[in-house]
């Protein structure tokens, strides 16, 4: 059995930062992407950032220059650090997990709401 389970969302003012983190535990032996996504309220859910286990890494172009995904991979966690936030960042930011045999494991999720 797989667990994976985010932590660091809260409520912060625009300009703010929040450092996000993810930690897969359980049977899993290697962890190929790891990936964060969040969905907005009436918003279909969105890629935000991915890393391969060899450190490259993808940004959605609203987040580039503002937030940096990291890993490690000793500890099977993955970070997500966000500054400058923006109002429009708010959402439930959740964690994906790919193996090296292409399954997916998800955590429940953890809410980011930013103020103007």
């Known amino acids: 059995q797989v667990q994976v389970m985010e932590s660091g969302g809260g409520l912060v003012q625009a300009g703010g930062s929040l450092r996000l983190s993810c930690a897969a535990s359980g049977s899993i032996s290697r962890i190929n992407i790891m990936a964060w996504y969040r969905q907005a309220p009436g918003k279909q859910r969105e890629l935000v950032a991915t890393?391969?286990?060899?450190?490259?890494?993808n940004y959605v172009d609203s987040v580039k220059g503002r937030f940096t995904i990291s890993r490690d991979n000793g500890k099977n966690t993955v970070y997500l650090q966000m500054n400058s936030l923006k109002p429009e960042d708010t959402a439930v930011y959740s964690c994906?997990?790919?193996?090296?045999?292409?399954?997916?494991?998800w955590g429940q999720g953890t809410q980011v709401t930013v103020s103007s």
């Open positions: 994906n997990c790919r193996s090296g045999w292409g399954i997916d494991y």
């Open positions: 890393i391969t286990s060899g450190g490259s890494t």
